[in-house]
T-cell receptor, first 119, second 110 residues
């Protein structure tokens, strides 16, 4: 069974400081990995994803993440935090449901990290 | 504009009532999903559908039902058998590797 651990349910950074949100996963197959962001009372928006290829992936709003197989990690970073980055962030891992060749893939989510940006 | 719509945004239910949450997508995606979100617990999968007229239970299907009569629509019914239905419900649809989410429906049981 897959699982995702996000270290730190709440992270606070100052505006302009580095953002680092940690995600570790377990998976029995090569994983697809995702970061989503959620603003209050809204749905989830895809920030970035890793499926195959380059292990350093860039996403929207200046975020990037690096897939490290040896560490089973997919940490999210941003060099300089902005007030608008305050939100909840979810890491997720997916694999095909029931081993099927259909289009559905089951996502397993971490419990989320609430990012606060201090002025 | 392509996307996923959910309605209503807010829904109030009395105990013992069934309610149906709507989810529509115009992205031409085959697969659709329903998740439940509770504070501090991330998202949990209720049901998913890979194709019209087919759907499968997820991790927490008890007390819920779905239908998939059209590719664009995947409504979720929260039945009176669901003991703790107050939550935020998210619908998603997917390409071969990525899920995209609707704006959500917040259900409150009075």
């Amino acid at each position: 069974a897959q699982s995702v651990t996000q270290l730190g349910s709440h992270v606070s950074v100052s505006e302009g400081a580095l953002v680092l949100l940690r995600c570790n996963y377990s998976s029995s197959v090569p994983p697809y990995l995702f970061w989503y962001v959620q603003y209050p009372n809204q749905g989830l928006q895809l920030l970035l994803k890793y499926t195959t290829g380059a292990t350093l992936v860039k996403g929207i709003n200046g975020f990037e993440a690096e897939f490290k197989k040896s560490e089973t990690s997919f940490h999210l970073t941003k060099p300089s935090a902005h007030m608008s980055d305050a939100a909840e962030y979810f890491c997720a891992v997916s694999d095909p449901v029931g081993g099927s060749s259909g289009s559905a893939r089951q996502l397993t989510f971490g419990s989320g990290t609430q990012l606060t940006v201090l002025p | 504009d392509g996307g996923i719509t959910q309605s209503p945004k807010y829904l109030f239910r009395k105990e013992g009532q069934n309610v149906t949450l709507s989810c529509e997508q115009n992205l031409n995606h085959d697969a659709m999903y329903w998740y439940r979100q509770d504070p501090g617990q991330g998202l949990r999968l209720i049901y998913y559908s890979q194709i019209v007229n087919d759907f499968q239970k997820g991790d927490i299907a008890e007390g819920y039902s779905v239908s998939r009569e059209k590719k664009e629509s995947f409504p979720l019914t929260v039945t009176s058998a669901q003991k703790n239905p107050t939550a935020f419900y998210l619908c998603a649809s997917s390409t071969s590797d990525t899920q995209y989410f609707g704006p959500g429906t917040r259900l409150t049981v009075l």
